[in-house]
């Protein structure tokens, strides 16, 4: 290395660079098109930030470390390779507890060495421990409703006062150790047990449909941790990556939040969204079913048809053959769009990838915003396995749980044609009354078998 160039200058100048490709890297997701090179961007920059991180002079144990990130990347990569779409929220969940974890164990390494910490140092310490701690215990929660190894959510009476008291005793410990103040090993100790037991008990009550916000939200924190403990070790990569994933996380969990017209205390607190839940509510009518080749006569003599996908459609991998459906509607001169609901599916932006793997053209996809006034012109409204995010109740019924969110106008098309798997609510378990209304018709079946004959419909027509 030229004398002019210091190491420590050498790190700074790739730590800013680091910082562009994140910040660059975040920008281009923002967009389907460009969003696989964003993605490569930030992992460029990240690839950066770890190798500089072993110029620093006082590094050891290089071994162990390189050993470690072997390990880590074979079995992400290995993952990433096996988990299908439909599981990927909660890998995310998984991967998102792992950084939270990650924020936690720098934590307590610092706090358990001692040390002579300045006290800003040391409550930045003991403040991203906790935030890290609770969003690793509570991202594993996530993982296991989402996974299903979780079946319900657990609540007992004043559970909300024992989450409470949790949050002060973990407070109290943890400003014991950051004032030095009897700061024991087992101070220690306890501060970090009662914060991995307050991010079980925060999430457990929580249903499994309220999940996606959850783990939005545990990202927010993760990124909060990560940064904390970027000011403990003096590392601005880690500051930096940790600011833009927790002020990206947090602008993502209102948005949601906004998305379900509920609060993040609502979600937090009010024990909505029980996965598996009975369903709620009355629904006058009966639903109605139809044969998939009369629907394919309604399609394809149709001027403008508006497919709305959900988590249906994802877990019977159907969005190529929908795709072969579209480009047969389009080939007979048929408009075809696609509305996607911000809370579609498991995760925000669920919908838009599974499409986009099918290779949907990006211009076909719209938002609730921009779609939604184009239900009342169509001839066909064709529902895959979307429930919540079209039931019309969230308009009419005041006592509904999801009334006030904005849906998807699917009812107002002249046509509905809803493709269900059996006559079951949804994941929040409220009852849909867009399935009971005169201009809708049940298409019952598993989503990729009901779109294949759907396709053979329309080819037998010619």
């Known amino acids: 290395m030229p004398d002019f160039i210091s190491a420590g200058a050498l790190i700074q100048g790739s730590y800013l660079l680091t910082a562009i490709l994140f910040i660059m890297g975040l920008k281009r997701m923002s967009s389907p098109v460009t969003a696989r090179s964003g993605i490569v961007w930030a992992g460029a920059g990240m690839l950066l930030a770890v190798l500089v991180t072993f110029l620093y002079p006082d590094m ?9 990130i072997v390990v880590g990347s074979l079995l992400a990569w290995w993952s990433g390779k096996r988990v299908a779409m439909t599981d990927m929220p909660q890998m995310i969940a998984l991967y998102n ?41 509570g991202s594993a929660i996530a993982f296991g409703k989402l996974q299903g190894l979780i079946k319900r959510s657990y609540r007992f009476g004043g559970q909300q006062v024992f989450n409470l008291l949790l949050l002060v005793g973990a407070l109290v410990l943890g400003g014991m150790v950051a004032l030095h103040f009897n700061a024991s090993t087992a101070v220690i100790t306890g501060f970090f047990a009662v914060a991995l037991l307050l991010g079980l008990t ?10 996606p916000v959850v783990i939005s939200l545990y990202n927010a924190l993760t990124g909060l941790a990560v940064a904390f403990e970027g000011f403990v070790l003096g590392n601005a990569a ?46 006058a009518g009966s639903m109605k079913p139809i044969d998939a080749a009369d629907v394919g006569v309604m399609m394809a003599f149709a001027s403008k048809v508006i497919i709305v996908p959900g988590y249906g459609m994802a877990v019977a991998q159907a969005q190529h053959k929908v795709w072969e459906l579209t480009q047969l ?11 996607i609901h911000p809370v579609a599916g498991r995760m925000p932006g669920h919908m838009n990838v599974l499409l986009a793997e099918a290779g949907v053209p990006y211009d076909l996809i719209a938002d609730l ?94």
């Open 329 to 339: 509607l389009i080939d007979r001169g048929v408009t075809v769009k696609f509305a």
């Open 202 to 211: 925060m999430t457990l009550p929580i249903g499994g449909a309220d999940m």
């Open 60 to 68: 050891t144990n290089y071994p162990l470390i390189i050993a470690a």
């Open 369 to 462: 915003d921009e779609i939604n006034a184009e239900f009342e012109t169509a001839d066909v409204a064709l529902v895959i396995g979307a429930n919540d995010v079209v039931n019309p109740v969230a308009r009419n019924d005041k006592s509904s749980p999801i009334y006030g969110m904005p849906i998807l106008n699917a009812d107002k098309a002249k046509n509905c044609i809803v493709v269900k798997r059996g006559q079951g609510a949804g994941f929040s378990g409220i009852e849909n009354a867009l399935f009971y209304l005169d201009n809708t018709r049940m298409l019952y079946g598993d989503g990729q078998k009901a779109v294949a004959e759907l396709i053979g419909a329309v080819k037998a027509i010619g």
């Open 238 to 283: 880690m500051i930096i990556a940790g600011t833009v994933v927790g002020s990206a996380g947090t602008l993502l969990t209102q948005l949601m939040a906004k998305a379900m017209n509920r609060s993040l205390g609502n979600v937090l607190f009010a024990g909505f969204g029980d996965t598996g839940g009975a369903a709620s509510g009355e629904v």
């Open 97 to 137: 507890g792992m950084g939270g974890g990650a924020a936690a164990a720098i934590a307590a390494v610092e706090l358990y060495k001692g040390g002579e910490h300045g006290l800003v140092t040391m409550v930045l310490a003991v403040v991203g421990g906790l935030i890290g701690a609770v969003s690793f215990s």
